[in-house]
Every structure is written in C-alpha cells, then in structure tokens.
C-alpha cells in the first residue's frame, strides 16, 4: 500500500480465516519501505508528464515494488498464495470515469513468481461508482464492531452504519496539508502536533478551507490529491499567517470536517487508524469536537491496517466474492474488484 502521503511504501503478510461466516486476521509481519528523495519527487510530478513517461514509470515502480516485496519475503520459508497491490495513484477522477494506480502487477507476478493482483479501482468506476474508498469491506467484515471507522492518511476517510449499509467517503485532507506545512520548518511531519499546537486559529484561512466546494457534495464523495493541491494547498500558500497558526487551523479544521461527518450519529466508539492517529494534538481537537469514545489500536494497526484490508481484498477477489460495496461508492452494483496477474515462468527471475 502506498499513500497519498508519499511516506513509502507498507507491506504486510497476513493471515486470513473465515469460520462460521466471520472473518479473522493475523498480522505476522510488517515494514515500511521509504521512498527515496528520487521517487518521491517522481510520483509527485507524474501526473504531469507524457503519457511515454507514465508508461515507463508504472513498469519501473513495478520493479521498485517487486524489489521491496522480494526483499520483505526473503526470510520466509513459505510463499504468500498472493500479492495484492495496491500501488500509487496518479490521477483519480472518477466523475471522468477514469483513475490510475501505477506498479505494474504483472512485473510484480512474473518478479516474485507470485500470482499478483491490482489494479482495484476501475472496475467500480466502469459501473459509475468513485472506485474509493475501498477499505470499507474490510470495516465490515473485520472491524464492525466499531461504530465507525476513521482513516487519517494523506486524506481522511470515515465509515460507518446506517440502516443495516455500510457508508463511507473520503472526508477532507489531511497529513497532506500538515505535512506540505511541517516541511517548511524543515521536518517531514509535526510529530505530535508540538508545532502546530504552538499556532492559534487563523479564522480568515479557517473559514476558506471550510468553504471549499467539496463539503457541499453529497455522498458518495472521494478527493483526489490533484483536487487538494489546486483547491487546499493553494489556500494555504496565499495565506500569510505563520506556519505554526496554519498547522493549527488545518487541524481544527480536519476536527471540524469529521465532526460534521458523524454528527448525526449515535454516540459509540470511534476507531482511528492511519498516521495521523499518532499526532495526538490532532487526535485531542477530534475528540473535543466530536465527544465520541475514540480507540486508537496498537501501532502495528494504526500503521498497517490499510495494507491488512488490500490484503483482504486480494482474498476476496481470489474467491470471486464481493470485495467492492456500492453503498460505499455509488455504483450500480456491488463487485469484486482487482486484475489478476499470473506470473510467467519464463519471464520470472531464478
């Protein structure tokens, strides 16, 4: 799993068992992978580039991700029956019915000898639906015992229950702002909050993030990183109030957006995963705004419990069982979602 806050790249193996029709999970092992200065800027600037460009970069990046895969698996005696690969978005807009994820699964199959699968998103998007977000299957099928379930990546998500459906969207963006923020006082996130705590609210820049015509749209509803550079981003860098007064109204105004979000629901247990569950000035403004009971599980989930859901999907797919919700994304019908790659023996590296 790679996210939209270009920290590298999360790799679990996981271990997955239905009985009686409810599903359980191990994680039995977990590591990050950082991208090098070099692929952070080039997946940064991708969606910029010529077609040729994408083109060589999603075969290289599928060399990249193959490298990080065979490297994280070479102490294990046993193969994965799997890989299921999210890979890195670079463009996502689902309203002109196309979205790209780049890391070339069959690169990955044929490199690992693995059957590979990706590519989870534009099927949901043939059928009119945003084709995000996707974790909410595995909200369902693992954590439903949560009332609803906060993501804070690069982008914050959230889902929920609501008349026996499963609902989610992406709410508002996240450690994008904070970090795009924390490096210009040269760090690559603001650790706990301490320098955003340091700021006060900047109401003018408060009031423009919270206009923003994405909080008017129904659901369902999902945020590209495009969209929050053009339309968040370039709010931030007009703004002339100092970083910390900004770190701060980014953060009430993240607290302000998921409050909006489950205001209507009953009081219950907000689980919170995702790196922005470790900034705990952030965590504190949600719960002041929300007065929920939130759970922050053990870092091995805040870290990795999108790589465990992707892990999921991979199963599912595999099984030819629904591992895409319409409830979730608008489609027409639910799915099963995923390209499965089987790998080429004579293309596989000994």
Request: hydrophobic share 35%; charged share 25%; aromatic share 8%.
């Amino acid at each position: 799993m790679s996210g939209s806050s270009l920290d590298g790249v999360d790799i679990v193996l996981c271990t997955f068992i239905r009985k009686s029709g409810k599903w359980s999970f191990e994680i039995n092992k977990a590591a990050t992978y950082p991208y090098s200065e070099e692929w952070q800027l080039k997946l940064k600037e991708l969606h910029r580039k010529s077609k040729s460009e994408i083109v060589s970069t999603d075969m290289a990046y599928g060399r990249l991700l193959s490298e990080m895969i065979s490297d994280f698996l070479k102490s294990e005696s046993d193969k994965p029956d799997l890989i299921a690969s999210h890979g890195h978005t670079i463009f996502h807009e689902p309203e002109k019915g196309y979205t790209l994820q780049i890391g070339n699964g069959q690169i990955i199959a044929d490199t690992t000898g693995i059957l590979t699968i990706n590519n989870f998103r534009q099927q949901d998007i043939e059928l009119s639906g945003q084709g995000a977000p996707l974790v909410p299957i595995g909200d369902e099928l693992l954590f439903n015992d949560y009332n609803s379930c906060l993501n804070i990546g690069g982008i914050a998500n959230i889902s929920f229950k609501e008349k026996e459906q499963r609902l989610a969207f992406d709410v508002c963006p996240a450690n994008q702002l904070l970090n795009y923020l924390s490096r210009q006082l040269g760090t690559p996130f603001d650790k706990g909050g301490a320098f955003a705590q340091l700021g006060k609210l900047d109401k003018q820049l408060f009031d423009l993030l919270n206009q923003d015509t994405y909080y008017q749209k129904k659901r369902p509803k999902s945020l590209s990183n495009q969209y929050v550079t053009d339309a968040f981003i370039s709010q931030l860098e007009v703004s002339e109030a100092p970083i910390e007064d900004k770190l701060y109204t980014v953060v009430k105004h993240i607290a302000c957006q998921v409050n909006r979000s489950v205001a209507h629901l009953p009081a219950g247990n907000l689980l919170i995963t995702g790196g922005g569950a470790h900034n705990k000035f952030l965590i504190k403004a949600i719960q002041l705004e929300t007065g929920l009971n939130i759970i922050i599980p053990d870092d091995l989930m805040v870290d990795y419990k999108e790589a465990l859901i992707f892990a999921l999907m991979g199963v599912l797919r595999r099984k030819k069982e629904i591992n895409c919700l319409a409830s979730v994304t608008g489609a027409r019908r639910d799915s099963c979602c995923g390209i499965i790659q089987k790998p080429d023996s004579t293309h596989r590296n000994p």
